[in-house]
Every structure is written in C-alpha cells, then in structure tokens.
C-alpha cells in the first residue's frame, strides 16, 4: 500500500470534516438574574448568562432532597444568554443548582449553588384586642412565618 496515496486522500478528508463539523464547546453557566426570588409564584429569569448555550435550551433548578424546577418557555437569545420562567410557588428556601440542557443532545452545563430561593418577609395581618391597657394580653397574627 502506497502510504504517500493513503495521506493525500485523508489529509483533505479529514480538513473537510472539520469545517463542516466543528468542535462545540461545553455549556458552562456563569451568572443568572436575578440570583434570587421568593417562593410565591413566577420569576422571570431576564439574563441567564454563560458559553455555548444550545438554541434548544431548556432551564432547571435542582437540589438534593427536592423535585426539580423545570422552566416554562426557555428561550435561546444568544449562545451566551438565555431567558426564561421559573414557578417557585411553594419551593424550599435555600441554595439551589442551576442546570441549562441542550434538550437535541442531553448536554448540559451546571451552576452550582447559583439560585436562591427565598420566603416572604412576614406580614401582619390583626392585632386583637385594637386597644387595652399596659399590662392586658394581645394576640397577634402573621403570614409567612
């Protein structure tokens, strides 16, 4: 076999097969805001920022003990940002991971620890009696505590 032939032949091939398929990046995820949202609803995450986002995003928040967050409606911006809702209705407070995945491929990059999910602040909502003398009881009722 004439090797001199063999590295004509492959040389161009394989210079051919990385232009038409180039090498990709890993997702990596870098910042989100904002970093942080309370546990009453939906955010709008308005800046997921990091490299080599995949036009077919898709956004979840994890953390150990819990059920996922999967977002609603991720969308590919850029291939260093995405936006996208996050319904935090009822989740556990506290630090959570966030995952983007290349739903075509099962890629995915992971910002640890990125998000925090917080409780409401409490608010007052009846103090019984309105009035009394100093020294009489009071009850005193909240939300969120």
Known sequence: MNHRKVLQISIPILLCMCVMFPAVGAITVSGINPPSWENTGYVFIDDLSGTDFPTSPEVVLTRTGEGNITSVGATYVSPTKLTCFLNLDGAEA????????????????????????????????????????????????????
């Open 94 to 145: 506290g630090q959570w991971n966030v995952v983007v995945r290349n739903t075509t491929s099962g890629e995915e990059g992971v910002y640890a620890n990125g998000f925090t999910v917080t409780n409401p602040a409490p608010t007052l909502t009846d103090i019984t009696p309105d009035s009394g003398y100093v020294g009489d009881t009071v009850a005193v009722s909240y939300t969120h505590l």
